[in-house]
């Protein structure tokens, strides 16, 4: 069994600071692709960053700039630095992750909780 147990989420000031963190616990043989997606009440979830195995990242034009996406391999840990926050930003932030499973190697999509990001003043 994977999952994905997220933290870091709560209330920051439109221009301030949040950094998510993700980790990935359970019988898993590797790791592939990680990412980081949001979500608001009526919209669809939105693709916020992804990083490859390799670190290779992609950003949605809306957060280029302002988020960083980074992963600690030795960890099943995949980070979202977020700066210069917007009250947009506000949504539920979910992780994901492609993972091969130590039993078939098969690889499924896990989501991690779900986390509020609320930026207000």
């Known amino acids: 069994q994977v999952q994905l147990v997220e933290s870091g989420g709560g209330l920051v000031q439109p221009g301030g600071s949040l950094r998510l963190s993700c980790a990935a616990s359970g019988s898993i043989f590797s790791i592939h692709t990680m990412g980081w997606y949001r979500q608001v009440p009526g919209k669809q979830r939105e693709l916020v960053a992804i990083?490859?195995?390799?670190?290779?990242?992609n950003y949605a034009d809306s957060v280029k700039g302002r988020f960083t996406i980074s992963r600690d391999n030795a960890k099943n840990t995949v980070y979202l630095q977020m700066k210069s926050l917007k009250p947009e930003d506000t949504a539920v932030y979910y992780c994901n992750a492609l993972i091969s499973g130590t039993a078939t190697r098969v690889v499924r999509d896990y989501w991690g909780q779900g986390n509020q990001v609320t930026v207000s003043s």
């Open positions: 990083i490859t195995s390799g670190g290779s990242t």
